[in-house]
C-alpha cells in the first residue's frame, strides 16, 4: 500500500513540475484553436517527425479552426521551439503531437503531460 501511494505522489509530482512556458503556450493555443477533423494530405515523415506541411487548409476553415497537425505546430510556434511527432492510434489513423523537453502537448490533452516515446508505430 505504501509503495502505490508513493508512485501516485511521485506521478502527480511529475504532473505538477510543468513549466510555466510550456503550460502556458498549451493554455493559449488551446483557447484560441477549435479542433475540426479534416486530413491532411501532403504530410511528410522523417522517422517519428513530421515536417510542416505545405498543404493550405480546405477554405471553409477558419485560421483559429484545425486539426492535429495544425495545433502541433501552434504550439511549437509559441514556445519557438520543441518537435512535431506522429504516432498511429488503435483505430489505424494517424495522429500529430509536440514534444518539447520531455512534455507532450497534444490537443487531445487538457494539459501537457510527461512523454514516454515509444517510437514510431
Not at 493555443?29 to 480546405?58: L, N, Q, W
Request: proline share 7%.
Amino acid at each position: 500500500m505504501k509503495t502505490l501511494t508513493l508512485i501516485a505522489c511521485l506521478a502527480l509530482t511529475a504532473c505538477a513540475s510543468v513549466p510555466p512556458d510550456i503550460a502556458r503556450a498549451k493554455q493559449q493555443v488551446d483557447a484560441g484553436m477549435t479542433y475540426t477533423f479534416y486530413k491532411s494530405t501532403e504530410v511528410k515523415s522523417i522517422g517519428c517527425a513530421i515536417m510542416r506541411p505545405t498543404h493550405k487548409k480546405p477554405e471553409h476553415l477558419t485560421p483559429q479552426e484545425g486539426n492535429c497537425v495544425d495545433f502541433a505546430y501552434a504550439y511549437k510556434d509559441a514556445l519557438g521551439r520543441g518537435m512535431v511527432m506522429q504516432e498511429r492510434l488503435p483505430d489505424g489513423t494517424g495522429h500529430a503531437y509536440m514534444v518539447v523537453d520531455g512534455w507532450r502537448l497534444d490537443n487531445r490533452h487538457a494539459t501537457p503531460v510527461p512523454e514516454y516515446h515509444r517510437g514510431c508505430e
